[in-house]
């Protein structure tokens, strides 16, 4: 059976736990993507990972970003939302449809 997991500093994470998902409070780079690494090797369909987090470990992200799983998806931490998640979804759809559908160019 597929988990659920989130990544990212504790204050950040500690509210998943009322949906039920594994949280993973980590700090450093190399802890995060180490995390990273045992969560998709532990059959975790999903996992989330905090803005903050994301920027220290954007090459392990690279590695599954083709994938069907995990799915990574980045998520505003609990300073608010820095853009990164909204560019990620983005650029997935442009890649997909070789269009931007979230945004025009010109604005």
Known sequence: MYKVGVIGDKDSVMGFLALGIDIFPVYEADEIKKTLHKLAEEEYAIIYITEQASLM???????????????????????????????????????????????????
């Open 57 to 107: 470990a954007q090459d392990a992200i690279q590695k599954y970003k083709d994938n069907t799983l995990p799915a990574i998806i980045v998520v505003p931490g609990i300073t608010g939302s820095m853009g990164l998640g909204l560019n990620a979804v983005r650029e997935s759809a442009k890649r997909a449809t070789g269009m931007d559908l979230l945004f025009n160019e010109n604005d």
